[in-house]
């Protein structure tokens, strides 16, 4: 019997181990995504050392990691997404209103760890994600996008040891991706 659509969609759920419904974030194939995860917050720090390094009122909070293959193309994509994305609420309690909309201000923060792989073992993978070099490069390209966008913005150190300090809103965490 040859399975379609949804059902094809379940047997390949847990053929993989997982329940339907529940959430798997593919980390490998022949696609390449840039991937950011979106948090509201009602702001949010970054410690580096004991010491604060930034600090962003209430907006959003942008992990970003990205993966072999990657461009700009993407941070481009993104950036104008991230800013776009109507995920604050109106008077009416609706998300209507994005980061321009309500002048959110912005943490962006690399994150190499949004491409683990954790399939087989107990100890993640991380060899699909970016070369350190070039994954700087595309983090710095995307922060600019997101400056130019007259938002307030602030980060946190490319390759540091960081504690991320928030309060989500909501609470509201929306992944983001772009596949070339």
């Known amino acids: 019997m040859k399975l379609t659509g949804r059902l094809q969609l379940a047997h390949s759920l ?27 917050t009602e702001g949010c720090e970054v410690w580096i050392d004991g010491a604060r390094h930034s600090v962003a009122g209430p907006g959003l909070l942008i992990l970003f990691g990205t993966r072999i293959g990657d461009s700009e193309e993407s941070c481009r994509h993104l950036a104008d997404k991230a800013v776009n994305l109507r995920i604050f609420e ?18 962006m923060v690399s994150q190499f760890t949004l491409y683990a792989d954790t399939r087989k073992g107990r100890r993640p993978a991380f060899t699909e994600a970016m070369p350190p070099d ?6 710095k390209r995307f922060v600019e996008l997101v400056a130019a966008s007259s938002l307030a913005t602030a980060t946190g150190v490319f390759g540091a040891r960081m504690d991320v300090k928030l309060t989500n809103s909501g609470p509201v965490t929306i992944l983001l991706e772009h596949e070339i």
């Open 134 to 139: 070039e994954a700087e490069r595309l983090y």
């Open 14 to 40: 847990v053929s993989l181990g997982l329940c339907p419904g529940s959430c798997y974030i593919p980390a490998f194939g022949e696609r390449h995504e840039m991937r950011l995860i979106l948090q509201r």
């Open 90 to 107: 109106d008077a009416e309690g609706k998300m209507n209103l994005s980061a321009l909309d309500v002048g959110a201000e912005i943490m």
